[in-house]
Protein backbone atom coordinates (compact mmCIF):
# COMPACT_ATOMS: atom_id res chain seq x y z
CA UNK A 1 0.00 0.00 0.00
CA UNK A 2 1.83 3.25 -1.27
CA UNK A 3 -0.67 5.83 -1.96
CA UNK A 4 -4.11 6.91 0.27
CA UNK A 5 -6.95 8.44 -2.14
CA UNK A 6 -9.38 10.77 -0.79
CA UNK A 7 -11.94 11.66 -2.98
CA UNK A 8 -10.30 11.39 -6.85
CA UNK A 9 -7.08 10.16 -7.89
CA UNK A 10 -6.00 14.13 -8.24
CA UNK A 11 -5.87 13.81 -4.31
CA UNK A 12 -3.47 11.03 -3.52
CA UNK A 13 -0.94 11.03 -1.23
CA UNK A 14 1.28 8.82 0.33
CA UNK A 15 0.19 6.54 3.16
CA UNK A 16 1.44 7.60 6.88
CA UNK A 17 1.58 4.87 9.38
CA UNK A 18 2.61 6.87 12.43
CA UNK A 19 -0.47 9.29 11.33
CA UNK A 20 -2.98 6.34 10.89
CA UNK A 21 -1.59 4.59 14.22
CA UNK A 22 -2.21 8.33 16.38
CA UNK A 23 -5.58 8.48 14.98
CA UNK A 24 -6.18 5.52 16.35
CA UNK A 25 -4.40 5.80 19.56
CA UNK A 26 -6.46 8.99 20.28
CA UNK A 27 -9.71 6.62 20.46
CA UNK A 28 -8.19 3.50 22.00
CA UNK A 29 -4.49 2.32 22.86
CA UNK A 30 -4.03 -0.23 19.95
CA UNK A 31 -0.86 -2.25 19.50
CA UNK A 32 1.37 -2.56 16.50
CA UNK A 33 1.38 -5.98 16.26
CA UNK A 34 -2.62 -5.87 16.01
CA UNK A 35 -1.81 -2.67 13.74
CA UNK A 36 0.44 -4.06 11.10
CA UNK A 37 -1.47 -6.98 10.81
CA UNK A 38 -4.71 -5.58 9.48
CA UNK A 39 -2.60 -3.52 7.27
CA UNK A 40 -0.70 -6.49 6.16
CA UNK A 41 -3.82 -7.93 3.78
CA UNK A 42 -3.76 -4.34 2.51
CA UNK A 43 0.03 -3.91 0.93
CA UNK A 44 -0.77 -5.67 -2.39
CA UNK A 45 -2.75 -2.50 -2.99
CA UNK A 46 -1.14 0.59 -4.99
CA UNK A 47 -3.86 2.81 -3.78
CA UNK A 48 -6.33 2.38 -1.58
CA UNK A 49 -9.77 5.07 -0.75
CA UNK A 50 -9.09 6.39 2.60
CA UNK A 51 -12.52 4.77 3.70
CA UNK A 52 -11.22 1.27 3.36
CA UNK A 53 -9.03 2.80 6.39
CA UNK A 54 -11.17 4.09 8.19
CA UNK A 55 -13.25 0.92 8.70
CA UNK A 56 -10.20 -1.17 9.33
CA UNK A 57 -9.24 1.24 12.04
CA UNK A 58 -12.84 1.01 13.21
CA UNK A 59 -12.51 -2.56 13.46
CA UNK A 60 -9.05 -2.35 15.34
CA UNK A 61 -10.62 0.20 18.23
CA UNK A 62 -13.62 -2.42 18.12
CA UNK A 63 -11.18 -5.11 19.27
CA UNK A 64 -9.46 -3.45 21.57
CA UNK A 65 -11.83 -1.05 23.06
CA UNK A 66 -15.47 -1.32 23.04
CA UNK A 67 -18.36 -0.21 20.06
CA UNK A 68 -18.92 2.28 21.30
CA UNK A 69 -15.71 4.28 20.68
CA UNK A 70 -15.57 2.60 17.21
CA UNK A 71 -18.80 4.31 16.67
CA UNK A 72 -16.93 7.60 17.42
CA UNK A 73 -14.25 7.15 15.59
CA UNK A 74 -16.19 6.43 12.03
CA UNK A 75 -18.35 8.80 12.78
CA UNK A 76 -15.31 11.65 13.02
CA UNK A 77 -13.94 9.68 9.70
CA UNK A 78 -17.49 9.50 7.85
CA UNK A 79 -17.31 12.67 5.38
CA UNK A 80 -15.10 10.51 3.75
CA UNK A 81 -17.16 8.14 2.53
CA UNK A 82 -19.17 10.78 0.48
CA UNK A 83 -22.52 11.72 -0.35
CA UNK A 84 -25.55 8.95 1.22
CA UNK A 85 -26.91 6.59 -1.91
CA UNK A 86 -29.92 5.00 -1.78
CA UNK A 87 -29.11 1.22 -1.46
CA UNK A 88 -29.89 -0.77 -4.47
CA UNK A 89 -29.33 -4.17 -4.50
CA UNK A 90 -28.94 -7.07 -6.91
CA UNK A 91 -31.45 -10.03 -5.47
CA UNK A 92 -31.67 -13.15 -8.13
CA UNK A 93 -30.69 -10.94 -10.79
CA UNK A 94 -33.08 -7.85 -10.07
CA UNK A 95 -31.66 -4.63 -9.25
CA UNK A 96 -33.92 -3.19 -6.86
CA UNK A 97 -34.68 -0.20 -4.30
CA UNK A 98 -37.11 -1.49 -2.48
CA UNK A 99 -39.12 -4.63 -2.37
CA UNK A 100 -42.46 -2.86 -2.18
CA UNK A 101 -43.62 -4.99 -5.83
CA UNK A 102 -42.39 -8.13 -4.61
CA UNK A 103 -44.49 -11.44 -4.00
CA UNK A 104 -44.81 -13.17 -1.26
CA UNK A 105 -42.45 -15.73 -2.33
CA UNK A 106 -39.72 -13.14 -3.30
CA UNK A 107 -39.71 -11.39 -0.39
CA UNK A 108 -39.45 -14.36 2.07
CA UNK A 109 -36.43 -15.49 -0.19
CA UNK A 110 -35.01 -12.30 0.46
CA UNK A 111 -35.44 -12.39 3.94
CA UNK A 112 -34.01 -16.20 4.12
CA UNK A 113 -30.49 -14.55 2.74
CA UNK A 114 -27.25 -14.08 4.60
CA UNK A 115 -26.76 -10.06 5.21
CA UNK A 116 -23.66 -8.76 5.02
CA UNK A 117 -22.80 -5.18 6.27
CA UNK A 118 -20.40 -2.89 5.57
CA UNK A 119 -20.27 -1.43 8.51
CA UNK A 120 -20.46 -3.93 10.97
CA UNK A 121 -18.01 -2.60 13.01
CA UNK A 122 -19.91 0.34 14.20
CA UNK A 123 -23.11 -1.57 15.57
CA UNK A 124 -24.37 -2.97 18.39
CA UNK A 125 -22.46 -5.61 20.16
CA UNK A 126 -25.40 -8.68 19.23
CA UNK A 127 -25.30 -7.43 16.48
CA UNK A 128 -21.84 -8.23 15.38
CA UNK A 129 -21.69 -11.27 17.30
CA UNK A 130 -24.53 -12.45 15.01
CA UNK A 131 -22.91 -11.78 12.13
CA UNK A 132 -19.62 -13.26 12.92
CA UNK A 133 -21.56 -16.27 13.32
CA UNK A 134 -23.38 -16.14 10.53
CA UNK A 135 -20.07 -16.03 8.70
CA UNK A 136 -18.59 -18.76 10.34
CA UNK A 137 -21.46 -21.03 9.71
CA UNK A 138 -21.19 -20.01 6.13
CA UNK A 139 -17.39 -20.59 6.32
CA UNK A 140 -16.19 -17.13 5.32
CA UNK A 141 -13.21 -15.18 7.33
CA UNK A 142 -14.92 -12.58 9.24
CA UNK A 143 -13.65 -9.02 9.48
CA UNK A 144 -13.53 -8.10 12.78
CA UNK A 145 -11.98 -11.34 13.95
Same mark, same amino acid.
Given at each position: ???????????? %???????? =? /? @????? *? &?????????????????????????? %???????? =? /? @????? *? &????????????????????????????????????????? *??????????????????????????????????
Amino acid at each position: MKNIIYFDASDA %EKFDYDRF =K /N @SLNSY *A &KVPDNDIKAALKELDNYENLHVSRLV %ETGACLIA =K /N @SDEAT *A &KKYFEANEQYFGSKFERLRRITGYLVGTLDRWNDGKKAEEK *ARVKHSVNSSIDDAARAKRLEQQAVAHNIAYACA
